[in-house]
């Protein structure tokens, strides 16, 4: 699960960083404001790369996720950006956890002496 989180975590790094370029053209935000916000947000994503598998690592994920969607109210675009990678997020807890409770039986067989190569769930 950590290797496919991190993948988005990083993704969402540097889309937050994009974005805030583009927030930048509001002629009603001061550039500090729109990379303090910004800077707090990719900070997070990459923090929570290494958090993933502690506990409350993906309930943070998700605040970043409704974040980032929220953050569409300030650059549109990142309504649609947002809900794609929160699909993403949702596709790597979901297939992560399923990877790892495969790899643990595989893990749990070999310990018993089973078969050499891993099945294919």
């Known amino acids: 699960m950590r290797t496919l989180c991190a993948s988005t975590l990083i993704g969402e790094f540097f889309v937050i960083g994009f974005a805030g370029l583009v927030a930048m053209k509001d002629p009603g935000l001061s550039s500090a404001t729109v990379w303090t916000v910004s800077g707090v947000a990719m ?21 970043l996720q409704f974040g980032l969607i929220a953050s569409g ?48 769930a």
Not at 75 to 90: E, Q, R
Not at 112 to 118: R, T, V
């Open 43 to 63: 900070l997070l994503s990459v923090l929570l790369c290494g958090m993933i598998t502690r506990p409350g690592g993906v309930q943070l994920g998700w605040a």
């Open 73 to 120: 109210f300030v650059v549109p675009t990142m309504f649609f950006l947002g809900a794609v990678f929160a699909g993403l997020w949702w596709a790597s807890v979901h297939y992560g956890r399923k990877v790892d409770e495969a790899k643990a039986r595989w893990a749990a067989q070999q310990a018993e002496g089973g078969p050499a190569e891993p099945d294919a």
